[in-house]
């Protein structure tokens, strides 16, 4: 037989409708168990393959999920995304998965490209806030495909949110340097329109001024979440007339930047400058001077972002009930910060 099966082709063999061959591949349950199994074998012999996008388009659900995160060479990122297929392929969905490299544009594109496929709902970690972006977002809605932000948020009512307190994490990475006896902490942040960055300056700085210390606005530089870029600001710190004793990295990635420049130009760590970064990114504890970090819970989160999705889908109400899940970080101390 040339050219693909078709229904009409397995009902010609059958000596039955289109409309039966039809019903029987979709479960209805007006069709017989015995006719059902004859169809499905059939349909099998002849390598009849379901039209997943014509499917779809008629029952208005495909069983597909939106994933869309900043990157995927993050084993944060990856770690949540497990967490998503884990929870949600026990129900039948499939996860196709997006990374907008923090490019606005491009995140743009991707929730058109996932909402023309007639995706079920997208989960998502955003790039940055924008008015194109909060568009974007509003015409997600406007479909009625549920929508959920983890990790990077965007705050729009209605839309539900699993994030870490990243706040609380800051401030116990930075509390736990100023245990260590630093008392000039600089801060690699990261851009502060996104709100987890802001709020890890926000904790860092509130350790600093809870426990009597100056708080220096210069020693604090925004920059990427690149190693490169942890190197490059490091050296600027350390050439300063009143360098830092500390560093403490809203990035693991910028964080292990700052020791190779430590490293390079002869300083001792954590004896003559301690590091914290933020992630728990797997490299931190496998390096022979292990890294003090933020564990950020990922799996937890993803499994939380896709419970939180499937309590949207479930609830049959009008009103979509918003949940705003907050779980807990865990500073993890390691080599780069313990004096003591």
Do not use: W
């Not at 479960?27 to 004859?38: A, C, G, P, V």
């Amino acid at each position: 037989m040339s050219g693909k099966t078709t229904i009409y082709d397995i009902a010609k063999k059958l000596n039955i409708t289109a409309a039966t061959v039809s019903r029987a591949l979709n479960n209805n349950t007006k069709i017989s168990e015995s006719t059902r199994k004859l169809v499905m074998e059939t349909a099998a012999q002849m390598n009849y393959k379901q039209n997943k996008l014509a499917l779809a388009l008629k029952s208005g659900k495909s069983n597909n999920i939106g994933v869309i995160v900043p990157r995927l060479d993050s084993n944060f990122f990856a770690t949540v995304i497990r967490g998503i297929e884990e929870e949600l392929y026990p129900h039948g969905y499939h996860v196709i998965i997006c990374q907008t490299r923090d490019d606005k544009n491009l995140e743009i594109e991707n929730i058109d490209a996932l909402l023309n496929a007639q995706v079920d709902g997208i989960l998502m970690s955003i790039s940055n806030v924008s008015i194109e972006q909060n568009e974007s977002f509003k015409r997600i809605l406007k479909k009625n495909v549920p929508l959920v932000f983890f990790d990077r948020k965007a705050n729009i009512n209605g839309v539900s949110t699993v994030t870490i307190n990243d706040f609380h994490g800051a401030y116990e990475a930075t509390k736990h340097l100023i245990n260590q006896g630093c008392k000039r902490i600089a801060h690699l942040s990261n851009n502060r329109l996104i709100e987890i960055f802001r709020d890890r300056y926000l904790g860092y700085k509130q350790a600093i001024l809870d426990s009597g210390l100056e708080f220096d606005e210069s020693i604090v530089i925004e920059t990427i979440s690149k190693v490169e870029e942890g190197r490059k600001i490091t050296k600027i710190l350390l050439n300063m007339d009143n360098p830092p004793d500390a560093i403490f990295s809203s990035s693991d990635f910028t964080a292990l930047g700052a020791i190779q420049e430590i490293k390079a130009q002869g300083l001792q760590i954590p004896q003559d400058i301690c590091v914290a970064g933020f992630a728990n990114e797997p490299f931190t504890k496998f390096m022979e001077l292990s890294i003090t970090s933020v564990d950020q819970s990922p799996l937890e989160m993803g499994k939380m972002t896709a419970k939180v999705f499937l309590e949207q889908v479930r609830n049959n109400d009008t009103i979509k009930i918003e949940k705003k899940v907050v779980l807990k970080p865990k500073l993890l101390i390691r080599k780069s910060s313990s004096k003591n």
